[in-house]
Nanobody, 123 residues
Framework: QVQLAESGGGLVQAGGSLRLSCLVS????????VGWFRQAPGAERQFVGA????????LIGDSVKGRFTMSRDNAKNTVYLQMNSLNSKDTAVYYC????????????????WGQGTQVTVSS
């Protein structure tokens, strides 16, 4: 019922910025919260941020608060993750997910996932 596709990843130098996009293919986009998680090899999937289905609430994970921001464009079925002041600890595969209604910081609660986009920060 829902498909997600991430884009915008790549290689960036420490201190640089990237903007990731998540295109959500569904006829009821504004019924879903959309979140970003990231995962490095051998590590657990980590919550990055989420935006509620109506765009009224945004939660940013403590590990990236002050550097990352999120926005939602319901007209384009797209959620963005703006990443600034990147460092080597931000290197990971970044996934977007969707769930009905309000968001959760726990990855197990999310119903749909994209394939991920690699972000590599060089030092």
């Amino acid at each position: 019922q829902v498909q997600l596709a991430e884009s915008g990843g790549g290689l960036v130098q420490a201190g640089g910025s990237l903007r990731l996009s998540c295109l959500v293919s569904t006829s009821t986009f504004n019924s879903y919260s959309v979140g970003w998680f990231r995962q490095a090899p051998g590590a657990e999937r980590q919550f990055v941020g989420a935006v509620s289905e109506d765009g009224g609430r945004i939660l940013i994970g403590d590990s990236v608060k002050g550097r990352f921001t999120m926005s939602r464009d319901n007209a384009k079925n797209t959620v963005y993750l703006q990443m600034n002041s990147l460092n080597s600890k931000d290197t990971a595969v970044y996934y977007c997910g969707a769930m009905a209604g309000n968001y959760s910081p726990y990855y197990g609660a999310w119903n749909y996932w994209g394939q991920g986009t690699q972000v590599t920060v060089s030092s």
